[in-house]
Structures are given as C-alpha cells and as structure tokens.
C-alpha cells in the first residue's frame, strides 16, 4: 500500500481522508471498535474549515449531541470574577461560533467519511512494532482481530496513534513535562446549572486551587465535567478519579453551586501523564501527526485544531512527494514538521501564561486597549494559519509583558491590577 496511518481519531481520519480522495492507496490501523468514549469535546472557531474541506462540516452540526457555541467563559473558584471571551470580538473575526462535540459521534463521523473517501479501515488491528530498512520505516507488525501477526509494508508511514505516541514511545523520543504532571478526572452530568442567554453554550473553565475544572454542555443539556489538578493531588489523595473530582469541587464554591443539583451519567475516568514533548516528529518513511507529536494541557481546547491542522499538512506534504519521487523523506515532510513546531511554541506559550498567576490577573480583567483583548479571543479561537498571524500574536506576547510588569509591580506592593488569590497553581 501507500499510506498506513495509525488511529482512527481525528489526526488519522482527517489524512486518511485526504489521501484516499486523492486517489493514494491509504489504510487506517484502528485498535478500538468506533464509537468509542473520548475526552476532548470543546472545539476552536478555526477547525471549521477543515471540517467543511472534508466534507463533513453539516454532518457534524447535526449530531444528535453537538451545540453551537459563541465564545468562552472563564470564572474564578468563588465566581467572585467572572469574563467572557466571545469569537466574533477577535480580531479581523472571520468565524464567530464553534461546537462542542460528544467524541464518540464525532469521531465516528470522522472515521467514517474517511472510509467513504475509499480510505481501507483495520478495525481491532494492534500496532505492536515498527520495522526498519536501515534509517528508513518501511513497515509495521500488527495483530489482526483474530491474533494473527503480520508486517504491512508501506511507502510512508503516519503516527496518528494519540497519548499513546506509538512511535515515539517505542524509539525513546517522548519525554514528560516534569514540571506539569497533571491528571484529569471527567464523567458526564445532567442537571449542571448553566449560564442564561447566548453564553449557555459556552464552555466554562473554573478555576480551583492547584487546577482547573471545565463544564462542556451538549445539545441535550448533559454536560461534561472535568477537574485538571496536579498529579501530586491524585497521589496525595490515594482514592479513585471519584474522590479526586469530590475533593476538588468541595474545594470550589463555584463548582459546588453549579454541580448543587446534578446527577452523574457515566462512571468517572481518569487521565494521567497527558504532558509530554517529543524530540522526532519525521523522519524517512515516517510522520508523526495530532497528539502523537505531542501534548501539553487542554485548557484551551487546542487538541483537535492541531491533530486535524497537522494531518491536513502531512496529507499534502504525502500528495506532493509521491508524485515527485514515489517515496517519503526527511524533507519531504519538513513544512509539516515545521508547522507543528511553530504551533506547538506558539500555544504552549500561551497555555503557560494561564498557569502564571500575573497573567490570570489581567486575563480576568481584560482591557482592548491596543486590540490586546481581541487578540487573546483571535489566540482562543486558533486564529494561527491564516495570514496576519505575526499581527495577532505580537500584542499577545506584549500582554503576556505586562504579566511580567504586574509581577515586579506586586513585588513592590503597587500591582497594576489586582492579583487572583486563588488560581491553578496557588495550593491552599
Ligand atoms: C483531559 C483532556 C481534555 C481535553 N479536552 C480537549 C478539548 O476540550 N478540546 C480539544 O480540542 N482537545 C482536547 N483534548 C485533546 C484531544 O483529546 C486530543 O488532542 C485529540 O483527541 C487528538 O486526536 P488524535 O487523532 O491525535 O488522537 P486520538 O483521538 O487519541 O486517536 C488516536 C487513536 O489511535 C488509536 N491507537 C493508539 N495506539 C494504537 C495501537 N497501538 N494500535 C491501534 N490503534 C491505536 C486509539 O485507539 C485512538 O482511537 C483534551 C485532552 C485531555 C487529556
């Protein structure tokens, strides 16, 4: 075959699609029988596109679960400050809404116009081990449904496997974040007391001491709930994801007044070690795309932009090169590996500023002088690919100074705006 992609999430069918409409002969190793339970329901303004270039945009706004959403909304733990986003207020707004999505659905969604494309699907196949010819990957031993191992052969190989990172994990490339170990407890609520109007979409982020909770609603007022804390908190706490989650709302009068009358619909999950870099993402044969090449932190829901942005490049990087000389090198898929680079630098900067109280301080009281608030919603809604981005990231970067202006200001006892007391990193 040409392509042999790995998963069958969004990074993997977004390409598998691609390639297999191009008329490359693409087939897609899935482990999981689809639909399966999947964290990562809160989509950004600027995946639409890719969605309608798929061909699945209608089908994903008419998912039995899927809401429309206009912006998002950020509390502090008490709800003593409370701010709202809203995508059409970026600036030069060019998509003012996005969804929240059960990943269940949309992942199926996904994975099956992928297949209507002509994209070959091994559902319940296993990856087990890369083969090499010298520096190249020319294949990969997989297990069949029925536990027989064989070694597919491929001309390029993409790396769409998730946390798991495949590849990554097996040669030794991917490294922890020592310094943001996190874990997640989530599970899916009915009766969460929601905001009214046109923010009842929304997603809410809340903030708790030493994490941060978010509450996505779907189309039929279920909502998922999930609690991010240090790991050190899970470990702390020896109990199950149950107790982590109990724990921490009672810690968060704002989660208590929300969660006051809701009833639990699915058992709990926990999702630990999510942080991770990874020091190769290409290579002869080999691409690595969405999670697989990396992850920090969901806090800005950035996940699925990137696992679908990063496909679509290493899908046109794939069309080019085996037109050119029917193989895939290095520098074949050098404009995927930068574009993953850069986006990976630019929002990891701007996932680190939330963790940095100085700068919660002003993102809780935002002022649009200069355009600053209007570039944070451009950031927000991964407004980073189209032309222009340098414009919009240069007065984000001048408000992540003034974070640092406000800390040397604190010190002195005169802060330009008044500090949080409680925020993700604080421990009480
Ligand atoms: C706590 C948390 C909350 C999040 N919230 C959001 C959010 O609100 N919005 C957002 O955009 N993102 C969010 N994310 C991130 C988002 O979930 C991921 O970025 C996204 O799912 C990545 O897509 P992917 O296709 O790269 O990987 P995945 O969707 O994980 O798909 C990988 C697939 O590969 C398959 N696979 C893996 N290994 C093998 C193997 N050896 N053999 C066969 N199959 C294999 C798996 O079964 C899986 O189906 C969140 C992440 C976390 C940890």
Same mark, same amino acid.
């Given at each position: 075959?040409?392509?042999?992609?790995?998963?069958?999430?969004?990074?993997?069918?977004?390409?598998? /699609?691609?390639?297999?409409?191009?008329?490359?002969?693409?087939?897609?190793?899935?482990?999981?029988?689809?639909?399966?339970?999947?964290?990562?329901?809160?989509?950004?303004?600027?995946?639409?596109?890719?969605?309608?270039?798929?061909?699945?945009?209608?089908?994903?706004?008419?998912?039995?679960?899927?809401?429309?959403?206009?912006?998002?909304?950020?509390?502090?733990?008490?709800?003593?400050?409370?701010?709202?986003?809203?995508?059409?207020?970026?600036?030069?707004?060019?998509?003012?809404?996005?969804?929240?999505?059960?990943?269940?659905?949309?992942?199926?969604?996904?994975? /099956?116009?992928?297949? +209507?494309?002509?994209?070959?699907?091994?559902?319940?196949?296993?990856?087990?081990? &890369?083969?090499?010819?010298?520096?190249?990957?020319?294949?990969?031993?997989?297990?069949?449904?029925?536990?027989?191992?064989?070694?597919?052969?491929?001309?390029?190989?993409?790396?769409?496997?998730?946390?798991?990172?495949?590849?990554?994990?097996?040669?030794?490339?991917?490294?922890?974040?020592?310094?943001?170990?996190?874990?997640?407890?989530?599970?899916?609520?009915?009766?969460?007391?929601?905001?009214?109007?046109?923010?009842?979409?929304?997603?809410?982020?809340?903030?708790?001491?030493?994490?941060?909770?978010?509450?996505?609603?779907?189309?039929?007022?279920?909502?998922?709930?999930?609690?991010?804390?240090?790991?050190?908190?899970?470990?702390?706490?020896?109990?199950?994801?149950?107790?982590?989650? +109990?724990?921490?709302?009672?810690?968060?009068?704002?989660?208590?007044?929300?969660?006051?009358? /809701?009833?639990?619909?699915?058992?709990?999950?926990?999702?630990?070690?999510?942080?991770?870099?990874?020091?190769?993402?290409?290579?002869?044969?080999?691409?690595?795309? +969405?999670?697989?090449?990396?992850?920090?932190?969901?806090?800005?829901?950035?996940?699925?932009?990137?696992?679908?942005?990063?496909?679509?490049?290493?899908? +046109?990087?794939?069309?080019?090169?085996?037109?050119?000389?029917?193989?895939?090198?290095?520098?074949?898929?050098? &404009?995927?590996?930068?574009?993953?680079?850069?986006?990976?630098?630019?929002?990891?900067?701007?996932?680190?500023?939330?963790?940095?109280?100085?700068?919660?301080?002003?993102?809780?009281?935002?002022?649009?002088?200069?355009?600053?608030?209007?570039?944070?919603?451009?950031?927000?809604?991964?407004?980073?690919?189209?032309?222009?981005?340098?414009?919009?990231?240069?007065?984000?970067?001048?408000?992540?100074?003034?974070?640092?202006?406000?800390?040397?200001?604190?010190?002195?006892?005169?802060?330009?705006?008044?500090?949080?007391?409680?925020? &993700?990193?604080?421990?009480?």
């Amino acid at each position: 075959m040409d392509v042999l992609i790995l998963g069958g999430g969004p990074a993997g069918s977004t390409v598998g /699609a691609l390639l297999a409409e191009a008329g490359i002969h693409t087939a897609i190793v899935e482990g999981e029988p689809f639909p399966r339970f999947h964290v990562g329901e809160s989509l950004l303004p600027h995946t639409l596109p890719l969605l309608e270039r798929l061909g699945v945009h209608e089908t994903v706004r008419s998912l039995p679960h899927t809401r429309q959403k206009d912006g998002a909304s950020f509390v502090t733990h008490d709800g003593s400050k409370h701010v709202v986003y809203w995508f059409d207020e970026a600036v030069q707004p060019a998509i003012p809404h996005a969804y929240q999505v059960r990943r269940d659905e949309f992942d199926a969604a996904l994975l /099956a116009n992928a297949v +209507g494309k002509g994209a070959e699907l091994l559902e319940g196949w296993h990856a087990i081990a &890369p083969r090499w010819d010298s520096r190249r990957l020319t294949g990969l031993l997989v297990r069949d449904p029925a536990g027989g191992e064989q070694v597919l052969r491929f001309r390029a190989f993409l790396d769409a496997s998730g946390q798991s990172s495949f590849l990554a994990s097996r040669m030794g490339w991917r490294f922890p974040y020592p310094q943001h170990r996190k874990v997640a407890a989530v599970s899916h609520f009915k009766g969460v007391s929601l905001p009214a109007g046109r923010e009842a979409g929304n997603i809410t982020i809340a903030l708790a001491a030493g994490g941060w909770f978010w509450l996505i609603p779907f189309a039929d007022d279920t909502v998922s709930v999930g609690a991010v804390l240090d790991v050190e908190r899970w470990q702390a706490s020896a109990g199950t994801p149950e107790t982590l989650f +109990g724990a921490a709302v009672e810690a968060t009068p704002e989660l208590q007044r929300r969660l006051a009358n /809701a009833e639990r619909l699915i058992p709990f999950r926990a999702i630990q070690n999510f942080s991770y870099r990874v020091m190769q993402i290409g290579g002869d044969g080999y691409c690595l795309v +969405g999670d697989a090449a990396g992850f920090l932190d969901p806090i800005f829901s950035t996940g699925v932009f990137l696992a679908t942005t990063t496909a679509a490049s290493a899908a +046109g990087d794939i069309i080019d090169a085996l037109a050119r000389h029917a193989r895939m090198d290095t520098s074949d898929f050098g &404009p995927t590996i930068s574009l993953t680079r850069s986006l990976h630098r630019l929002f990891f900067s701007l996932i680190r500023s939330y963790y940095d109280a100085n700068f919660l301080s002003f993102f809780f009281n935002p002022s649009n002088a200069f355009q600053l608030q209007a570039a944070t919603v451009s950031l927000l809604a991964a407004d980073v690919v189209r032309p222009g981005r340098w414009r919009r990231t240069a007065r984000f970067r001048a408000l992540q100074g003034l974070a640092r202006l406000q800390q040397m200001a604190a010190r002195l006892g005169h802060p330009i705006v008044e500090p949080l007391t409680v925020g &993700p990193t604080s421990v009480t």
